[in-house]
């Protein structure tokens, strides 16, 4: 079933309070995802690449007319311990974050957490140097 057919055939907010039981297949990898190993009902990106559908403008509501692939660009941890994935759109820019689940790719979810430590924003082979104009030893030693 399709974006505009749910609008159509359920009230608006009918997925805040009720669980999607569909399965769908992914966009960006092709992969069938099926809502039953999430270890929820809410399942709104795929396990194995992250990616998300731009659908909503609240979570549930299927407000958005965007429709463009929602990329996981970054992790967070909520209060409580528990992960989210930040996701971008690549068609609108829009930004929102999603809980993971429990089928979620470990390794995806780590590579996004350690991206920021393997691509500083600075040369890494400065670091001794900086240090020191940061009134630091400069050794790191």
Do not use: Q
Not at 13 to 21: D, E, R, V
Not at 93 to 110: C, E, F, Q, W
Request: with cysteine.
């Amino acid at each position: 079933m399709n974006r505009e057919n749910k609008r159509k055939t359920f009230e608006p907010g009918y997925y805040k309070t009720h669980p999607c039981k569909e399965a769908f297949t992914c966009r960006s990898c092709g992969r069938l995802v099926t809502p039953g190993e999430a270890g929820t009902g809410h399942r709104n990106h795929c396990p194995n690449c992250l990616t998300s559908l731009h659908v909503d403008v609240e979570p549930g509501d299927r407000a958005a007319d965007c429709g463009g692939l929602m990329e996981p660009v970054a992790v967070w941890v909520r209060r409580g311990g528990e992960w989210a994935v930040v996701h971008r759109c690549r068609r609108c820019g829009a930004m929102s974050s999603n809980r993971t689940a429990a089928d979620d790719n470990p390794i995806k979810l780590m590579s996004i957490a350690l991206k920021p430590v393997a691509s500083p924003p600075f040369p890494i082979e400065r670091m001794e140097e900086l240090t020191r104009l940061m009134g630091g030893a400069g050794s790191f030693v």
